[in-house]
């Protein structure tokens, strides 16, 4: 299995200020994702969090709003820029290891007012 | 976009009581996998299938595949009030790829 911790756990932001969601894996993994998980949803991945290269998004989500860095295998950034209230939700990152299964971190809580 | 429906969206009983969970979803997966999620927030994961298998234990969840159906159920026998969680199905098409969910089931078990 994988231990994965997020910070921050949970967070109130002004619109227009941006927040930066720290995600920290106990072991070296390969993959590592971001998913968004708006309030009475189920969960949308954002982007897959490359080591050493620029992340791949998904379709609806871009670099300029969510950039994302993975500077080495146990460590991944996901920033949430210039946000409005829509940007409400929680963030969890996810990794998945040799046996195919995916853990998830226990997920960022962010309200923007 | 989610690929997955799961049935019932809510579903309500009482402690001790089986409770089931549907998923069904549209393309050829590898793996699906079942999640718990309590009060918004982190996945728990549940259980592993994959697509060459067709039943799984583990304690008191037994999870069921049909890939002819493209459908996947989850059993909880004996519920608990603890088992008060919303439950999530997420299929991927190859080993260690981004993972597709299903919209959710909301179970309440009541004392």
């Known amino acids: 299995s994988a231990v994965i911790s997020q910070k921050p756990s949970r967070d109130i932001c002004q619109r227009g200020t941006s927040l930066t969601i720290q995600c920290q894996v106990d072991s070296q993994v390969t993959m590592m994702f971001w998913y968004r998980q708006q309030p009475g949803q189920s969960l949308t991945l954002i982007a897959t969090a490359n080591q050493g290269s620029e992340a791949t998004y998904e379709s609806g989500f871009v670099i300029d709003k969510f950039p994302i860095s993975r500077p080495n295998l146990t460590f991944s950034t996901l920033t949430v820029s210039n946000m409005s209230p829509e940007d409400s939700s929680i963030y969890l990152c996810s990794v998945a290891i040799l046996t195919d299964t995916q853990y998830f971190g226990p997920g960022t809580r962010l309200t923007v007012l | 976009s989610q690929q997955g429906e799961e049935d019932p969206q809510a579903l309500s009983i009482q402690e001790g009581e089986n409770a089931t969970m549907n998923c069904s979803y549209k393309?050829?997966?590898?793996?699906l996998q079942w999640y718990r999620q309590n009060s918004g927030r982190g996945l728990v994961h549940l259980i592993l299938i994959r697509s060459n298998e067709r039943e799984k234990h583990s304690g008191r969840l037994r999870v069921t595949l049909d890939t002819s159906k493209k459908s996947s159920s989850l059993l909880i026998t004996a519920s608990r009030a603890a088992d008060t969680a919303s439950y999530f199905c997420?299929?991927?098409?190859?080993?260690?790829?981004?993972?597709?969910f299903g919209e959710g089931t909301q179970l309440t078990v009541n004392p």
């Open positions: 997420a299929t991927d098409a190859a080993s260690g790829s981004r993972l597709t």
């Open positions: 393309t050829s997966i590898n793996n």
